[in-house]
């Protein structure tokens, strides 16, 4: 399963240990494997495989089969209602009209017209009962069976495998890369952060843990296997760690159920607490945020019992209200309240995080004497502060030259919303000397290059991963803000879910929008053709997994299209077995099942909260289409949601992100260009060693150099 894991996070296949042997059979299968899922295999991989013996050559081959077709959904059967989709499928009320005449004489026959008419009036027709509707009327193989085979295309993806070092050493890489990454892993990353940190809880650790829910994660595993724990400076990181070891929220964004706690557990919860306190009596200031959940956790810990750690016992006289302690935030909107906001910017000083995120609240509520004085106290704090809030704050400060037409909020869950842009704007001095002054400061933060840069053109319009918070996990998916260029002339959207437990309908659904982001048409369960646009069919239950599909040709005229998944009724996208939504680009004449692995170009889990997803907006340009990444969750309604009762939220989100100037790779790139020499990657190699930075790592690189790639680039992020 590790194995497995890494392969799916970085594209390198760790290297067995063992039998050597004659596996060059065996090596030919796995590259005829690959190819048919849309991958290949470095020179180095497959002569690794040849190398082996049959068995262990064997193992690994199945092993990393297994771990691509995952990764690109191909590890499920996806069937289609409609067998011959995209060609006959029929018009939507045509075909409502067949199950409902079958409906009305079930025992056979034709319905007249007068007898369906009855039939609707009486009140008693649920178009998802109808005989035949919202359940497969085929098998797979018949599907498949129904379609040619797929005609290759030189537009087809073929993604590269590398050949890396043993499972252990590839573990220990990406363990430490994890733990130490400057900017916050998303859900999956998180879980895999655990993973690891289990089997290498012995070996080598990160030097720093800069984010404190992977400080969480990780003493959580210190916990339970007896270890000591480390990186806790501040309460909230113990509060964290009870979550983390209870199955709670670790960003504290929902609160916990505590378990019990053995009596070394809280040995070691309650002696962490009281050195944090007795080294910082400040650190009591951060208790009242969360004070519901310290006194939970007391009835869990029973600091009463343990009168040798009195600083830990102060922590819940706190949250219960028996002290109280005025924090630095508190102390700051007095400040505020009293109309002195230079002094709120010093107060601010000593949180050098917390004031940047609160510079633009400040510079608007200055006067123009103390506006000198935020902008001072500014300049002082970018030195403390970390990368990825420079970075923010740089990507923040570049939008504020004009309001916005609507100002749109995305939390940690990627639920989005929307509201009025009711700032003034920022001068444009201001804007311009703040920027001077974070480029400066991240540029200083940057690693000296000791090698040329040599940069694929297609990574520069990825936004800079400032959060894995901001995107799901899966295949090719990019931050939130990405753009990538669309090849091809077709578009097919998928999505398959499978449900727990009860009947669970998803509907895929896809709506148009013009250049002032106005509806131009939809195509869904309701509607299955538009313009060229054409739905696979409505399936309502999924016990074993249900796919729907909608082909849209790139000929089309809306400039937007924004594919969606509605939960209709059932269990929600984090209740489900499983749930993924993905496109593939296809010529148009060229044939094939609905899926194919080689013609798919990203897929992302469905697991966010809400009860609509806008995995994307595809956006025609100057440049030709292009994939724009959104990664948000709209609330919707319980049940029977439809993307006709949504097109305005809809629309106003997808607006709200496109107009956004998001921080992107090329930020970076140009702030390198003044101290290293940068390429553009054309596809031809270089003669000596690179830094490579791309979406991925082509084969053949000279020895001695080194790539950034999709699974990387949060470390380009300055710590």
Request: glycine letters at 10%; hydrophobic letters at 45%; aromatic letters at 4%.
């Given at each position: 399963m590790l194995e497995k894991l890494l392969i799916s996070r970085t594209l390198r296949v760790p290297a067995s240990t063992g039998a050597a042997g004659d596996g060059a059979a065996v090596a030919r299968q796995l590259d005829a494997a690959l190819l048919d899922a849309g991958f290949s295999a470095s020179r180095a991989l497959l002569e690794h495989v040849g190398g082996l013996a049959p068995g262990p050559a064997m193992d690994l081959a199945a092993t990393v089969v297994s771990a691509v077709r995952q990764l690109v959904g191909d590890h499920v059967q996806h069937n289609a209602y409609f067998i011959g989709f995209p060609h006959d499928v029929?018009?939507?009320?045509?075909?409502?009209?067949?199950?409902?005449?079958?409906?009305?004489?079930?025992?056979?026959?034709?319905?007249?017209?007068?007898?369906?008419?009855?039939?609707?009036?009486?009140?008693?027709?649920?178009?998802?009962?109808?005989?035949?509707?919202?359940?497969?009327?085929?098998?797979?193989?018949?599907?498949?069976?129904?379609?040619?085979?797929?005609?290759?295309?030189?537009?087809?993806?073929?993604?590269?495998?590398?050949?890396?070092?043993?499972?252990?050493?590839?573990?220990?890489?990406?363990?430490?890369?994890?733990?130490?990454?400057?900017?916050?892993?998303?859900?999956?990353?998180?879980?895999?952060?655990?993973?690891?940190?289990?089997?290498?809880?012995?070996?080598?650790?990160?030097?720093?843990?800069?984010?404190?829910?992977?400080?969480?994660?990780?003493?959580?595993?210190?916990?339970?296997?007896?270890?000591?724990?480390?990186?806790?400076?501040?309460?909230?990181?113990?509060?964290?760690?009870?979550?983390?070891?209870?199955?709670?929220?670790?960003?504290?964004?929902?609160?916990?159920?505590?378990?019990?706690?053995?009596?070394?557990?809280?040995?070691?919860?309650?002696?962490?607490?009281?050195?944090?306190?007795?080294?910082?009596?400040?650190?009591?200031?951060?208790?009242?945020?969360?004070?519901?959940?310290?006194?939970?956790?007391?009835?869990?810990?029973?600091?009463?019992?343990?009168?040798?750690?009195?600083?830990?016992?102060?922590?819940?006289?706190?949250?219960?209200?028996?002290?109280?302690?005025?924090?630095?935030?508190?102390?700051?909107?007095?400040?505020?309240?009293?109309?002195?906001?230079?002094?709120?910017?010093?107060?601010?000083?000593?949180?050098?995080?917390?004031?940047?995120?609160?510079?633009?609240?400040?510079?608007?509520?200055?006067?123009?004497?103390?506006?000198?004085?935020?902008?001072?106290?500014?300049?002082?704090?970018?030195?403390?502060?970390?990368?990825?809030?420079?970075?923010?704050?740089?990507?923040?400060?570049?939008?504020?030259?004009?309001?916005?037409?609507?100002?749109?909020?995305?939390?940690?869950?990627?639920?989005a919303w929307i509201g009025p842009d009711e700032r003034p704007p920022l001068p444009a001095e201001l804007v311009a000397e703040l920027s001077a002054l974070l480029d400066a400061q991240i540029a200083a933060r940057l690693p000296e290059p000791v090698r040329p840069l040599l940069v694929d053109p297609d990574v520069l319009d990825v936004a800079l991963p400032l959060s894995g918070k901001a995107a799901e996990g899966g295949f090719a998916v990019l931050p939130r803000g990405s753009r990538a260029p669309v090849a091809g002339e077709l578009l097919r959207f998928f999505t398959y879910w499978r449900q727990t437990s009860r009947r669970t309908d998803f509907d895929l659904s896809v709506l148009l929008l013009d250049d002032d982001y106005h509806s131009a048409g939809q195509v869904s369960w309701t509607n299955y053709h538009h313009e060229g646009v054409v739905h696979s069919g409505d399936i309502t239950d999924a016990p074993h997994g249900a796919t729907e599909f909608i082909d849209v040709p790139l000929t089309i005229g809306a400039p937007f299209v924004v594919p969606q998944v509605h939960i209709y009724s059932g269990e929600s996208f984090q209740e489900v077995a499983e749930s993924m939504f993905g496109y593939q680009t296809r010529a148009l004449d060229q044939r094939g099942a609905p899926f194919d692995a080689r013609t798919v170009r990203a897929r992302s889990d469905l697991r966010g909260q809400g009860r609509i997803a806008l995995p994307m907006v595809f956006a025609r340009g100057e440049r030709g289409w292009e994939a724009v990444w959104l990664h948000l969750y709209l609330e919707g309604r319980p049940s029977f949601n439809r993307v006709e009762q949504h097109t305005f939220t809809t629309a106003d989100r997808v607006r709200a992100l496109m107009e956004r100037r998001y921080l992107t790779v090329a930020y970076l790139v140009d702030l390198w260009r003044d101290r290293a020499g940068v390429t553009t990657w054309d596809g031809r190699l270089p003669d000596g060693p690179v830094t490579f930075i791309g979406i991925d790592a082509p084969e053949g690189l000279p020895a001695g150099s080194e790539a950034y790639t999709l699974d990387r680039l949060h470390e380009l992020i300055p710590a």
């Open positions: 029929p018009d939507t009320v045509e075909f409502w009209t067949q199950r409902l005449r079958a409906a009305v004489l079930a025992g056979g026959g034709e319905a007249s017209d007068a007898q369906l008419r009855d039939a609707v009036r009486s009140g008693g027709v649920n178009l998802l009962d109808l005989p035949g509707y919202g359940t497969y009327q085929h098998t797979y193989a018949e599907l498949l069976a129904a379609h040619d085979a797929l005609i290759a295309s030189a537009g087809d993806r073929l993604t590269l495998l590398h050949l890396g070092d043993t499972a252990a050493v590839e573990a220990e890489r990406l363990y430490l890369a994890l733990a130490g990454s400057t900017t916050p892993l998303g859900e999956a990353d998180l879980a895999l952060l655990g993973e690891l940190a289990v089997a290498c809880v012995d070996g080598p650790q990160p030097e720093t843990i800069p984010v404190r829910e992977h400080r969480a994660v990780l003493n959580g595993v210190r916990l339970v296997l007896g270890r000591p724990l480390v990186a806790v400076d501040t309460t909230t990181d113990v509060l964290r760690l009870a979550c983390q070891v209870s199955g709670g929220d670790v960003s504290l964004a929902a609160p916990t159920r505590f378990r019990s706690f053995r009596r070394p557990e809280r040995r070691v919860l309650l002696g962490a607490l009281d050195r944090v306190v007795a080294g910082n009596q400040d650190r009591l200031g951060d208790v009242a945020r969360y004070a519901e959940r310290w006194k939970r956790l007391g009835e869990r810990l029973h600091p009463h019992e343990h009168g040798q750690w009195p600083h830990a016992q102060a922590v819940f006289a706190v949250a219960r209200g028996e002290r109280r302690v005025r924090n630095l935030a508190g102390r700051a909107e007095a400040a505020i309240g009293a109309g002195a906001v230079g002094a709120a910017a010093s107060v601010l000083s000593a949180a050098p995080g917390m004031l940047l995120r609160s510079a633009d609240r400040l510079l608007r509520l200055a006067s123009p004497a103390e506006q000198a004085v935020v902008v001072d106290a500014v300049s002082g704090a970018l030195g403390s502060a970390s990368g990825r809030v420079l970075c923010s704050l740089r990507e923040h400060v570049g939008n504020r030259l004009a309001p916005v037409s609507a100002r749109m909020y995305a939390n940690r869950s990627r639920r």
